[in-house]
């Protein structure tokens, strides 16, 4: 053992710290609150589901494993993207930088044609839409889809990998504010 | 359609563009390259499998659902920690504030015992480890374990949240790096 703290046997719920707040767990405020100032890379994921280019922002796009080479993410139940991005077959996941807000906007809003801009993107030569001043993105074959409350992770198979130099300076969202690196101070 | 962009019928990779390098996703290098400046928050994840307290700092930990509850993160085949974790029935996932870094640093070091210090650590009422100076945390119960590589995707089913002032100064993680919130530029 690797100290004398002693395993409790009641069950009752965890005691609030002074200067914080226990929620209910059925309420989804309390989850809400407790993610929104969790900080999150930006990525715009495109498909093509066969009726046409598709795509979200998602700021829950994580590395899996490097070998072989997974990436995942969460899509919304709530989202009308989520089923077309669902039903492709592979995707672009393009990791946003910080001059890239402009697109991590468009993506996130509904009601408008995120595609009306045929010049910010053009499709691959395997047919997903690529914005066209995306630095950083992978193209991945989608190999799971798990069903998780109403929303659906994805884990996907990297199939190419694009770096570049503007990846030093990555967007992050955090309580409905966007940032970048490394503007802010180091924590040492 | 949403615009006259066309979907050549070629398979040939995607070109490089200027200033960008395409990496051959074989190798892990070009993999870890593209998410290596993604900017993640940070949490520690701490357990109980029966055997004493487990834990380990972890940059993937996402929110999935609000309703119900869901959050999931991923575990390197690799960490020895992965195992325990994954055989443990709740986790306790604490969002990390820029003040914990000692925490994020110390969850992320091999060969140390990372509960040494008795004082920095308490047990919940239900048994697992609580970092006494964590401000946002969840406690939750693994829900599915699904294999991905060599790694495994844990989605758990939030029981309980707590939250607090000092979630407004998350700790980042961006190549290598710790930052904080909002000292960064705000993107507009």
Same mark, same amino acid.
């Given at each position: ?7 409790? %046997? ?17 309420? $989804? ?11 999150? %890379? ?5 498909? =093509?589901?066969?009726? %046409?280019? #598709? %795509? *979200?922002?998602?700021? !829950? ?7 072989? $080479? *997974?990436?995942?993410? !969460?899509?919304?139940?709530? !989202? ?9 077959? &592979? ?16 993506f996130a809003t509904?009601?408008? @044609?995120?595609?009306? =801009?045929?010049?910010? +993107?053009?499709?691959? $030569? ?11 993105? *992978? ?18 198979a990297v199939l ?5 130099d503007e990846s030093?300076?990555?967007? #992050?969202?955090? =309580?409905?504010? +966007?940032?970048? *690196?490394?503007?802010?101070? &180091?924590? @040492?």
């Amino acid at each position: 053992m690797h100290s004398d703290n002693t395993r409790a %046997g009641a069950t009752a719920a965890p005691a609030p710290s002074p200067g914080g707040r226990v929620r209910d767990p059925a309420c $989804p405020e309390g989850f809400k609150a407790a993610f929104r100032h969790h900080p999150a %890379g930006v990525a715009v994921v495109t498909a =093509d589901d066969g009726e %046409g280019p #598709v %795509g *979200l922002t998602a700021t !829950s796009v994580i590395p899996v494993s490097a070998e072989p $080479p *997974l990436l995942a993410f !969460s899509l919304s139940g709530r !989202s009308s993207t989520t089923p077309r991005i669902t039903a492709a077959e &592979t995707v672009v996941v393009h990791l946003l930088a910080a001059g890239q807000v402009e697109a991590a906007r468009r993506f996130a809003t509904s009601g408008i @044609d995120r595609f009306a =801009d045929t010049a910010a +993107w053009r499709r691959l $030569p395997t047919g997903e839409p690529l914005l066209c001043d995306a630095d950083v993105w *992978l193209r991945a074959r989608i190999a799971e889809r798990v069903p998780a409350g109403g929303s659906t992770l994805i884990v996907a198979a990297v199939l190419h990998v694009r770096t570049g130099d503007e990846s030093r300076f990555p967007l #992050v969202y955090q =309580d409905r504010t +966007w940032y970048t *690196l490394p503007g802010s101070a &180091t924590v @040492d």
